[in-house]
């Protein structure tokens, strides 16, 4: 179809570029590393957000080779600029249920680790909650050969998508990060504070690091600081930035 081709056109031009989210650490407030997401920087249109090319790029199969040259430039990004990080630096990316299902992922991430010197940043693979229930066949196997190559998982919008919580228990998945929605609800009635509240104790017991995405406000940073949510992302930092303003911003105290 049209779509498809000028997605793909797109993707030959290297129109998919990272943008760059920080990770902030709740306790002292320092930079930790980001979530990398795709916009698309189409030459006339300008830039595109993944809401509109996303689904096409899952429905055509497209997300894959996506997903592929995103690492590699975040790669070279990175490398480039390694000294500026801190060390070690956490780099998230989505990773659609389809590429699980790949086998080259192990080796996308392999690569992706040995462009870096030992020990200088932690790569962790974000997964919708939604994706892990649909792929439990092949899941024990898969997070053993994760944790193997030293590639840590977590699990992406926690809380809307499924009821079930046993998943949980049987998997080593090593992070949670709490939906936007749950976190815009904090400081308004107990009965909505009282949900996120049970998705912290949950992720305590199952000794989980949690971040928590989407925190706007002051109020949110300190309520979840003192709840022990150990990562923050949000607006009340930065907004996803392309690499030149993430350098710059990791020059100043956030
Ligand atoms: O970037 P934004 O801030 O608008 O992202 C919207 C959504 O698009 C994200 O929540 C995520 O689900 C999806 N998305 C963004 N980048 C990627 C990507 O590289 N891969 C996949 N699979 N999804 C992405
Ligand atoms: O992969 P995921 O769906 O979690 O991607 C994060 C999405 O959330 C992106 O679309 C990003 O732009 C958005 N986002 C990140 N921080 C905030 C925030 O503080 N507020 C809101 N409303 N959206 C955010
Ligand atoms: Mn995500
Ligand atoms: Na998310």
Request: with cysteine; net charge neutral; hydrophobic share 40%.
């Amino acid at each position: 179809t049209a779509p498809r081709r000028n997605f793909q056109q797109a993707l030959l031009r290297n129109e998919l570029i990272p943008y760059y989210q920080p990770v902030i650490s709740a306790a002292d407030q320092k930079w930790c590393g980001v979530e990398v997401l795709a916009r698309w920087q189409h030459p006339k249109k300008g830039l595109i957000m993944p809401g509109q090319f996303i689904g096409l790029a899952e429905r055509s199969k497209l997300i894959i080779p996506m997903t592929k040259q995103l690492m590699k430039i975040v790669a070279e990004n990175l490398l480039a600029n390694i000294n500026c990080l801190p060390n070690p630096f956490y780099i998230g990316f989505n990773i659609h249920s389809s590429h699980l299902q790949h086998h080259d992922l192990i080796d996308d991430c392999k690569n992706f680790l040995a462009t870096f010197p030992p020990n200088t940043i932690t790569l962790t693979i974000e997964i919708v909650e939604s994706h892990f229930v649909e792929s439990t066949n092949n899941l024990p196997t898969l997070l053993n050969e994760f944790h193997k190559i030293g590639v840590t998982v977590a699990i992406d919008d926690f809380g809307t998508g499924y009821s079930n919580f046993g998943y949980l228990q049987k998997y080593k998945i090593d992070h949670l990060k709490i939906d936007r929605l749950f976190v815009s609800r904090i400081c308004n009635t107990p009965s909505e504070t009282h949900l996120i509240e049970t998705i912290i104790s949950l992720a305590k017991k199952l000794n989980m690091d949690l971040i928590a995405e989407g925190v706007e406000t002051i109020e949110q940073l300190h309520y979840l600081t003192r709840q022990g949510v150990e990562f923050i992302q949000g607006f009340l930092f930065s907004k996803p930035i392309p690499l030149n303003e993430m350098l710059v911003l990791l020059t100043k105290p956030m």
